[in-house]
């Protein structure tokens, strides 16, 4: 079946700008998560839904970022007043309900770039 | 707090050589212990996972990796590497808070380059 899908694949913006990046899980996939992988470093956690709540926003760098996902599903992922330091690329995942809830499947990323 | 440390961060192999990429984390409670994979423009991939039982799993394409608990490592291994194994590896482990949910920690990544 499809797996986790993310857009825009590229997102080039100016210091300053917001920008929203949009994941959509595989189908019937209860827990999403959101992960920033930087030049040269590993992946960074950023927040966790199960269903539409966020019960982990432990990872998100600053109030600038905020996340939401409606209807068990999409999540979006909002960068306010980006900075340069935000560049990175922004990975999703989801993972179904129960045990194997333990198991995370990734997107290919969006990239984000800000000038 | 919970850390993954990936000792080497590239690592230079001819094709047929065998490989040994070291992952070591300091969480001292229960953990599941993973490897993903990231070959050149995809995304990451699961390439094994270790849970509970044997200490030794086999995941895809021949590799596979040795929990050992005393020494808080989860090393990822393959006898002999091919030219498409070239890829970026991380090593991941998962926390269980309250509540049941989790997040993955993962390790800095190697960068493991085979030519042929």
């Known amino acids: 079946g499809a797996g986790v899908s993310q857009s825009p694949s590229n997102k080039v913006t100016e210091k300053g700008k917001d920008v929203e990046l949009r994941c959509d899980p595989i189908?019937?996939?209860?827990?999403l998560y959101w992960y920033r992988q930087s030049l040269g470093q590993g992946l960074e956690f950023l927040i966790y839904f199960q269903g539409n709540s966020a019960p982990d926003k432990s990872g998100l760098p600053s109030d600038r970022f905020s996340a939401e996902r409606t209807g068990g599903s999409v999540s979006t992922l909002t960068i306010q007043r980006t900075q340069q330091e935000d560049s990175a690329v922004y990975l999703c995942?989801?993972?179904?309900?129960?045990?194997?809830?333990?198991?995370?499947?990734f997107g290919p990323g969006t990239r984000l770039l800000v000038l | 707090a919970q850390s993954v440390s990936q000792h080497n961060h590239h690592v230079i192999l001819s094709e047929a050589a065998s490989l040994e990429l070291g992952c070591n984390y300091s969480?001292?409670?229960?953990?599941?212990l993973f490897w993903y994979v990231q070959y050149p423009g995809q995304h990451l991939q699961l390439l094994l996972k270790?849970?509970?039982?044997?200490?030794l799993v086999k995941g895809i394409k021949g590799f596979e990796a040795e929990f050992i608990k005393s020494k808080f490592s989860f090393n990822l291994r393959k006898p002999s590497v091919q030219w498409s194994d070239t890829a970026e590896y991380f090593c991941a482990v998962r926390t269980v808070f309250s509540g049941g949910y989790n997040k993955l920690i993962f390790g800095a990544g190697t960068r493991l380059a085979v030519h042929p």
């Open positions: 189908s019937g996939h209860t827990a």
């Open positions: 995942a989801s993972s179904p309900p129960g045990r194997a809830q333990e198991t995370q499947y």
């Open positions: 270790y849970f509970s039982g044997d200490p």
């Open positions: 969480y001292g409670g229960t953990v599941n």
